[in-house]
Each structure stands twice: as structure tokens, then as C-alpha cells.
């Protein structure tokens, strides 16, 4: 593709009511110098459709149909949609708890109606052990998040070749 025909991906940004369904605390690393991770399942309800732009410029007419604020999910019993991306050094918030470089995969998109989606992904964060027993106040309840990959993912795949 060349510099006339690329386009840019939109930036990942997710912010909203999130359910935190999971919560798994881990160390990682060789032995010697080994950190703390932890993994959160989220659970976000209504994501606006436009996000599907990010995982494929075709993939939100395929969920639904039309193009006003109406939008009604194309199919009701279809599963959602998985996506295998991985984002690397994203920003994260978890109610008050703000975390850098963390990854963020095992995307799964589910269309609703209105023109929105459940999202369901899991981040890899890097806290401090204090971050830890406020991270886990959170498992099974609702908390305010944000989560921002990096500005510049994807650019140079789109502008090679």
C-alpha cells in the first residue's frame, strides 16, 4: 500500500462503566528479576460502534445495519466477535488507580442495539503492591475506566510497502 492509498487506524480509546470479571496476581520475568502483574478481565458496556474501526474498517457494517443512531445488531444470535490484537504500552485508570505500559488483549465485541457494543478485553497491568488490594475492591462491581493504546500503533505497518 502506498502513502497515498494508506489510512490511519483510529487511536484506541475506551472510557466508560467497566465490570471487572476477573482478577489474577502474578509474578513475571526471568527468576532473578522477577515484577508483579496482574491480569483484569473487563467487561464494558456500551462502547460506541465507531470503535470497530480500529480492528477493521468493515467490521461495524457487518454488525449492524444502517447508518443512523438507530442501528439495530445485524444478527441477535450471533457470538461475539474475537479479535487477537495486542496493545502494548497502553494507559489504563481503573477507577483511581492509573497504570503505563500495560498490555491490553483478548479482544470480544459484542453488537447491541442503539449502534453500541459490550467489549470484553484483558489488561495486563504493572502495580505497586498498594495498587493491588485497591485493584481488588473492584472484582465484581462497577468502576469508571480508561484505557488509551499509543498514539503511533500501526502507522508504520500501514505505510510500508
Not at 491490553?104 to 465485541?109: A, C, E, L, R
Not at 493504546?149 to 500501514?158: I, K, M, R, S, V
Request: glycine residues 6%; aromatic residues 8%.
Amino acid at each position: 500500500m502506498s502513502k497515498d492509498q494508506s489510512t490511519t487506524r483510529p487511536l484506541f480509546q475506551v472510557t466508560g462503566i467497566a465490570t471487572v470479571r476477573h482478577l489474577n496476581v502474578r509474578k513475571e520475568g526471568p527468576e532473578d528479576e522477577k515484577i508483579l502483574a496482574v491480569d483484569v478481565k473487563l467487561h464494558i458496556k456500551n462502547v460506541d460502534r465507531r470503535l470497530c474501526a480500529y480492528f477493521d474498517d468493515s467490521l461495524e457494517a457487518f454488525l449492524w445495519r444502517g447508518n443512523t443512531d438507530a442501528l439495530i445488531a445485524r444478527n441477535a444470535f450471533l457470538v461475539p466477535v474475537a479479535y487477537m490484537n495486542e496493545i502494548s504500552s497502553a494507559n489504563v485508570t481503573i477507577g483511581q488507580h492509573s497504570f503505563i505500559g500495560c498490555d491490553v488483549k483478548k479482544f470480544q465485541m459484542e453488537p447491541r442495539d442503539g449502534g453500541v457494543m459490550a467489549l470484553n478485553c484483558s489488561v495486563t497491568l504493572y502495580p505497586n503492591s498498594g495498587d493491588v488490594a485497591g485493584l481488588a475492591k473492584f472484582v465484581q462491581d462497577e468502576v469508571q475506566i480508561l484505557i488509551e493504546g499509543p498514539p503511533d500503533l500501526f502507522t508504520e505497518n500501514l505505510v510500508s510497502n
